[in-house]
């Protein structure tokens, strides 16, 4: 179930991670309305930190080790990091 979780949070942080920096930014900056960049943000941010605190329990859960935390926790901080990690590590986990 927490994987689950996990994952769904992991590709909701993704979408937020495109939307903020692929649509609300320009949007800000060329634009210049900074409401949805506002709004996207605090959810990007709310959904970042629920993923990295997801990340730390499920590694612990899994016994997956510091490295793989980091593996997820980069993939955070890049554009698509996060679908790559649902493919690569979280899908398989579940199909048993």
Not at 7 to 24: K, M, P, T
Not at 34 to 63: S, T
Request: glycine letters at 6%; proline letters at 5%.
């Amino acid at each position: 179930m927490l994987l689950k979780i996990f994952r769904l949070i992991a590709i909701l942080e993704g979408i937020s991670y495109l939307l903020l920096f692929g649509v609300s930014m320009p949007l800000k900056h060329i634009a210049k309305m900074p409401e949805p960049n506002i709004i996207i943000g605090y959810c990007h941010g709310f959904l970042f930190v629920a993923y990295v605190i997801l990340a730390l329990f499920i590694c612990k859960k899994f016994n997956w080790g510091i490295k793989r935390f980091l593996l997820l926790f980069i993939a955070a901080l890049l554009p698509f990091g996060t679908f790559y990690v649902d493919a690569k590590y979280l899908k398989p986990q579940l199909q048993f």
